[in-house]
């Protein structure tokens, strides 16, 4: 089992920048593919970025695509996602999510497909 803790969300100003972090416990960090995803007021989850166990395979959400960048270091058991030129529709809540898989190469956007979740993390972003 693996408990993920989501740091690094705030306020901030449309155009900043932030970077989220999300900590795994555990010694099996890189037995799991990561996963972002995000949940506005009133809306549906949404995907948001995924990287494989080895790191080699990444994939983004439409909407954040060329803005988003994540990333992961599997001797700090640490994924994070580097949020650039914010928009106002970015807000909400950010939630990483770990999928324990055999495949190295595999990204999961589905959140049903994801094991386990992190409490959330708020991103506000104002106009």
């Known amino acids: 089992q693996v408990q993920l803790v989501e740091s690094g969300g705030g306020l901030v100003q449309a155009g900043a920048s932030l970077r989220l972090s999300c900590a795994a416990s555990g010694r099996t960090f890189s037995s799991y593919a990561m996963g972002w995803f995000r949940q506005a007021p009133g809306k549906e989850r949404e995907f948001v970025a995924a990287?494989?166990?080895?790191?080699?395979?990444?994939q983004y959400g439409d909407s954040v695509k060329g803005r988003f960048t994540i990333s992961r270091d599997n001797t700090k058991n640490t994924v994070y996602l580097q949020m650039n030129s914010l928009k106002p529709e970015d807000t909400a809540v950010y939630y990483c999510?770990?999928?324990?898989?055999?495949?190295?190469?595999?990204?999961?956007?589905?959140?049903?497909?994801?094991?386990?979740w992190g409490q959330g993390t708020q991103v506000t972003v104002s106009s």
């Open positions: 990287i494989s166990r080895s790191l080699i395979r990444i």
């Open positions: 999510a770990a999928k324990n898989t055999i495949d190295s190469y595999g990204v999961y956007v589905r959140g049903n497909e994801y094991d386990y």
